[in-house]
């Protein structure tokens, strides 16, 4: 393809990408990316792979700060299971589209697709490729501190998607360090009741001679734990995300000790009563419960904006604890309230949530 070729086709899918509610579009390449993580190696998904479309459409507003606010939070689940759904319908749009002018493309859904080929692939839950890395590659966003990829004036509550094709793209350039969204205020890692992100040390990565970098991540099993919605009560005791779980993680990193807290926890998961109304997202780990949407707090507190995500951070702190009581019902409690109507439970359902 010719340079003018290679411009004009760039446009043509941005435009379709943006028509259809994408905030930002980038393009990266097999170069931009060379030297980074296996999963940014595209021909991974397609073997005649040449370029990458990174792609990111906006979550609600107005629902996410209703979420926090444990006001409502089924709309949220919703909201981002509607998102992700229209990211995913538009990646197979786009990949149609591409395949209908003689390329060849790649799109799937765009989230819980692991490398099932790898043995710890159910604990370290490796993608398919990386719609983070390849976003922060080709300039769709940049890390925040959390590793969260995010755009200014909308922070990282956005769903992020990526096509894959064998056609020749122009790559876009990353977001430059000093036009990053992020401020590093790290309400991330104060909002995270898994500790899971370190609020000192970073971890670099390099793709096509470009350096990232983001906070280290503890274990992996703590998010789990947390994100997967088996416990939910912040180590302060003061708040809790929707999870009504109130497991206690150990301080330290120790495989052990966490494989017992997060086994233990998903026994008792199962037996916890059906959450009301319907919903939920097919859950990775577990075949016989759903996921429901609890926590997400790192990324939806942040808003690519210091007041708004201040803002946030207060909201969610002050927005009580939640219970669930013996016939399903889910309450919210300010943290004293909670604390004594959990204890007055019947012992059996008590223990099914620490």
Not at 112 to 126: A, L, V
Request: hydrophobic fraction near 35%; charge should be positive.
């Amino acid at each position: 393809m010719t340079t003018e070729a290679v411009a004009t086709l760039n446009k043509q899918i941005e435009k379709f990408l943006k028509e259809r509610g994408a905030i930002r579009v980038g393009f990266a390449t097999l170069d931009t990316l060379a030297g980074g993580p296996p999963s940014v190696d595209l021909t991974y998904v397609l073997p005649e792979a040449r370029s990458a479309i990174s792609f990111a459409l906006p979550l609600d507003r107005n629902i996410i700060r209703d979420f926090l606010a444990k006001k409502k939070w089924i709309e949220a689940e919703r909201d981002d299971k509607e998102v992700n759904k229209k990211s995913t319908q538009i990646g197979k749009e786009l990949a149609k589209w591409l395949e209908s002018k003689g390329f060849k493309a790649y799109a799937n859904e765009n989230n819980n697709i692991y490398r099932t080929e790898i043995k710890t692939w159910k604990k370290d839950m490796p993608p398919d490729i990386s719609h983070r890395y390849i976003a922060v590659r080709s300039g769709v966003g940049s890390f925040g501190w959390s590793g969260n990829v995010g755009i200014k004036d909308f922070g990282t509550a956005i769903i992020l998607n990526t096509v894959v094709t064998d056609a020749e793209l122009e790559p876009t350039d990353p977001i430059p360090e000093e036009e990053s969204f992020c401020t590093k205020c790290k309400l991330c890692v104060a909002v995270c009741p898994a500790r899971f992100f370190d609020a000192k040390e970073t971890v670099e990565i390099t793709m096509g001679g470009k350096t990232f970098s983001y906070s280290k991540r503890h274990h992996k099993f703590r998010c789990q734990l947390v994100c997967g919605g088996f416990s939910g009560l912040h180590p302060s005791g003061k708040w809790s995300t929707w999870s009504p779980g109130r497991f206690t993680l150990p301080e330290g990193d120790d495989e052990n000790a966490l494989i017992k807290v997060l086994a233990n926890a998903a026994l008792k998961y199962i037996k916890w009563p059906d959450r009301k109304p319907e919903g939920g997202f097919k859950h990775p780990l577990l075949k016989e419960k759903k996921l429901r949407l609890t926590c997400g707090m790192c990324q939806k507190i942040c808003w690519g904006n210091e007041e708004e995500t201040r803002k946030n951070y207060e909201i969610l702190t002050n927005s009580g604890c939640v219970l669930q009581k013996p016939n399903g019902d889910i309450i919210v409690l300010p943290p004293e309230e909670a604390q004594k109507v959990f204890d007055e439970f019947p012992r059996k359902h008590r223990k099914l949530y620490c």
